[in-house]
């Protein structure tokens, strides 16, 4: 979840049941090890979003290779929030990230955050990206990872790019040790990652380098990426 989504939920899950709806600096990221798992053409993440146990949304991140090997990953994120047929919250991102020989040329992305609207676009230019935003314009170093979580190698980052507005956003992830998490009908074994931000989130990845899950706390309710399917 992208850390400005986070700060939105904080704030609307005080009140309202959930209801399903289907100058920066500039420093260079820290080089991190490839992971052994990369996305194949088709590959679909696709999360089911509760609180508290019920259903509050849908996390997408599909991914497209062209023949000559750039990647594209695209995310959707669909949640909503009311009392009844009245709704109180609602959240739409979409966002594109392209990549070439393993980093990150591009990133567009668009937000709804209850009617606050955020975009992004980013291109590679030289040694840097030239980054529009919502929340920042200027350069961004190359090697930053976008905010998407589907990239194991976040778990070594000390700054990201925001799919939703372009802001530089520092964190700090700490490495939690092993798990084990519910894909489906099978328990896989992964590893936890806390990600300290302005809202503290639990990552889970798995042995291959997989996203596998999520979950953060806003005012004493647990919300809760579930994977409906290994990839």
């Known amino acids: 979840m992208i850390r400005r ?9 005080l009140a309202t049941p959930a209801m399903a709806d289907n100058s920066p600096n500039l420093t260079l990221a820290t080089p991190t090890p490839t992971p052994a798992w990369s996305p194949k053409d088709g590959d679909e993440i696709r999360f089911q979003v509760l609180r508290e146990g019920k259903p509050f949304g849908t996390h997408t991140v599909s991914f497209d290779i062209a023949p000559d090997g750039t990647l594209k990953a695209t995310t959707d994120v669909r949640l909503k929030a009311g009392v009844g047929p009245i709704t109180l919250f609602r959240y739409a991102l ?3 990230e392209t990549w070439k020989d393993g980093q990150l040329v591009a990133l567009k992305g668009a937000v709804d955050d209850n009617g606050d609207d955020g975009s992004v676009s980013a291109m590679r230019v030289g040694n840097a990206l030239d980054v529009t935003g919502t929340e920042y314009t200027g350069r961004a170093p190359v090697g930053i990872l976008p905010s998407s979580h589907w990239n194991v190698a976040q778990t070594q980052a000390s700054q990201l790019l925001s799919s939703e507005d372009g802001e530089l956003i520092e964190v700090n992830v700490v490495d939690k040790g092993p798990d084990r998490v519910k894909v489906g009908d099978t328990s896989v074994e992964a590893n936890r990652y806390l990600m300290d ?4 989130v639990n990552l889970w990845y798995d042995a291959q380098g997989r996203w596998v899950k999520l979950a953060f706390e806003a005012r004493g309710q647990l919300i809760e990426y579930v994977l409906t399917k290994p990839f």
Do not use: K
């Open 197 to 200: 931000s302005e809202i503290d």
């Open 5 to 13: 989504t986070l700060a939105a939920l904080s704030l609307v899950l």
């Open 94 to 96: 979409d966002a594109t």
